[in-house]
């Protein structure tokens, strides 16, 4: 219904139409003229929330605001804490009882279940969650013969299992005592048997396709060239002056689309007036020292996107691969006899 206030206005804009307007233009300005007339008309209250007047349903509105959550938080709280009260932690470290080298990338998990690890460069483990009680705990790595080791996990306790893997059919067994009996036949093969599982071991757990070759002979060569192991890989091609190896091509690409990495580290320098980055294998890498030389193709998201041919990462020999010291030296008598 209208008020008196909007009737007023309507009769007030009608007569000033039929004065001004002509005949013809009377029914469309109508329309806008009852549009502009329901606009003028007043709003009904607008109704507000009751404040709230008393102190005890000011408190009722706190308890529902913050005790609540409270209740939630610590309800999940006291989930974890007894899922925790249930379970125990297993770490340690797994190394190769023959040579002993810490075995990295070695596969450790608890039998029956989804609760599997692979140990570091260290050869370090840990494996979280597992079910207190009896458990078996199964350790395997290429080319050493897999253990399954049955031990009891406390609830809320922490326990420490280290491994020692072997092959008896290269090493022969192992005595309680730790010593080693070997074939007279396979201790010449040791270490290359050895670095070769390495190499064939990370190939298999390497989250892409690489290639890896242990160079654990390199320093053996005259001039520690590592061309003379990289030309032997699949999709790498080495050229140089003369017989000795400089520059690598992979997959075709030019030398300079290629990346040269030591322990992930990229080469900063190509040498002295070099127009490109282009890295010389005969003078420029570092041979002594090597343990392994991983060639990629298809890198990860996590490596850097500056290469088209792909990368070659020499990795270095550290002291935490093996438990006790050593000592290698060479002696060379070229030029001498």
């Keep these: 219904m209208k008020t008196p206030a909007g009737r007023s206005i309507v009769s007030s804009l009608a007569h000033t139409r039929d004065r001004l307007l002509p005949a013809w233009h009377r029914r469309a300005r109508a329309i806008t003229v009852r549009i502009l007339a329901y606009q003028t008309l007043p709003h009904p209250p607008m109704t507000t929330t009751p404040a709230i007047r008393s102190i005890p349903a000011a408190a009722a509105v706190l308890r529902r605001i913050i005790l609540r959550p409270l209740a939630f938080f610590a309800f999940v709280i006291g ?7 249930n379970t125990g932690t297993i770490e340690g470290r797994v190394q190769n009882e023959v040579t002993g080298r810490f075995l990295g990338n070695s596969r450790v998990m608890v039998k029956g279940s989804d ?5 570091d460069e260290s050869g370090s483990y840990r494996i979280t969650d597992v079910p207190s009680g ?18 009891s996990v406390p609830a809320g306790k922490t326990v ?14 192992s005595s309680k005592g730790g010593v080693v009996k070997l074939d007279p036949f396979t201790v010449d093969a040791a270490k290359v048997t050895d670095q070769a599982s390495i190499a064939i071991n990370e190939q298999r757990f390497a ?8 160079v654990g ?7 520690g060239n590592i061309g003379e192991f990289l030309k032997f890989m699949p999709g790498v091609a080495v050229a140089g002056g003369g017989s000795v190896p400089a520059n690598i091509y992979i997959r075709g690409f030019p ?16 040498g002295f007036g070099a127009p490109d980055r282009t890295v010389q294998t005969s003078n420029q890498t570092p041979g002594t020292g090597m343990s392994r030389l991983e060639v990629t ?5 996590a490596t850097a996107a500056d290469t088209m041919a792909g990368s070659v990462n020499m990795v270095t020999r550290t002291a935490f691969e093996a438990n006790r010291a050593s000592f290698v030296y060479q002696v060379n008598l070229a030029g001498v006899l």
């Design 79 to 85: 989930s974890i804490s007894a899922q925790t009260a």
């Design 160 to 173: 420490t299992q280290d491994v020692s893997l072997t092959n008896q059919a290269l090493y022969g067994a």
């Design 217 to 223: 002979d390199v320093s053996e060569q005259p001039d």
């Design 115 to 119: 609760l599997r690890v692979l140990t």
């Design 297 to 301: 193709k298809v890198p990860t998201p």
């Design 207 to 214: 989250p892409n396709i690489k290639n890896i070759v242990a």
């Design 134 to 151: 009896p458990i078996v705990l199964e350790v395997f790595y290429t080319g050493l013969d897999p253990q399954e080791i049955s031990l």
């Design 255 to 270: 030398p300079n689309t290629t990346t040269f990495t030591v322990d992930g580290a990229t080469i900063a320098s190509t």
